[in-house]
């Protein structure tokens, strides 16, 4: 393969997940992991992507403003997003999870809905303090540098204290037989807390994600009452989600 085709695929696989590891992208491509940080920091110094200790994390998932012309994918998500709000009611108590498509689910948020929104996630936290009738809450912990949220023991407990409406959450991987799945232990410890905490969990993902599956599990995909992708709910890639016990929109 040619480094140009390897470095078109680390991107791929940067924008559809966020982030990466060095590992799992060399498996991929079946070339060292030598010739896979190689590309990273060439990729990183032409600002393209950021390199992370044993991996690689998408521009748009390191910036610190709430209005991001590097998300990838930005016009599914909002579809996304739009769907979502759609589903609150006034007076409701939400979770709002980290990630660029809830964070653009808190940007659309109207100034009109009175909400009570608990979060994981900085960014998400910043943009609904702007928000005039929304209560936030933000679950302290440590702070993962990339993704700005909440991890932890400190996080897990304070959770386990709530009991909230509707929590929506994304997720790195789904699938209708693996379920959700991660990369990251830490992650997986959280997202299971949020869905302990939840009445109904709703999972905000973009269709490129269904059928990936990946090393640590977080929930088996019956433990979601509803998916949300940017596809109508007839649409053929969502067959294998249809005879499962879960509402697709």
């Keep these: ?31 060292s992991i030598d010739t896979v940080r190689r590309d990273v920091k060439e990729l990183d110094s032409c600002n393209k992507l950021k390199k992370v200790h044993g991996g690689a994390i998408s521009l ?19 579809t996304i997003a739009k769907k979502a709000i759609d589903m609150l009611k006034d007076g409701a108590v939400v979770f709002i999870d980290g990630g660029t498509t809830c964070l653009e689910m808190a940007r659309l948020i109207p100034d009109y809905l009175k909400l009570t ?4 996630s900085l960014p998400v936290a910043i943009e609904l303090s702007g928000k005039p009738n ?6 302290g912990g440590q702070i993962t540098q990339e993704a700005q949220i909440a991890i932890g023991a400190n996080a897990i407990h ?7 409406d509707y929590s929506f959450i994304g997720t790195g991987y789904v699938d209708a037989v693996y379920g959700l799945t991660e990369f990251d232990w830490d992650i997986v ?8 905490a939840s009445k109904k969990t709703v999972l905000l ?15 088996d995909i019956n433990t979601i ?15 294998p989600f249809k005879n499962l016990d879960i509402k697709l929109l």
């Excluded at 993902?205 to 929930?219: A, G, P």
């Excluded at 509803?226 to 890639?237: F, K």
């Design 1 to 31: 393969m040619l480094k140009e085709e390897r470095q078109q695929t680390i991107l791929n696989e940067v924008a559809l997940h966020n982030r990466i590891l060095l590992t799992d992208i060399a498996e991929t491509l079946n070339v």
């Design 60 to 78: 748009g998932f390191t910036t610190n403003s709430t209005v991001n012309t590097n998300v990838y994918a930005r016009k599914e998500k909002m």
């Design 117 to 120: 929104c608990f979060t994981i």
């Design 134 to 139: 929304v209560t936030v809450i933000s679950i």
């Design 158 to 164: 304070a959770l386990s204290e709530i009991k909230v």
């Design 189 to 196: 410890q959280m997202k299971k807390a949020v869905i302990k």
């Design 205 to 219: 993902s973009i269709s490129e994600k269904l059928n990936s599956q990946h090393r640590y599990k977080t929930c």
């Design 225 to 239: 009452n509803t998916m949300i992708t940017e596809l109508d709910p007839e649409n053929n890639l969502l067959k």
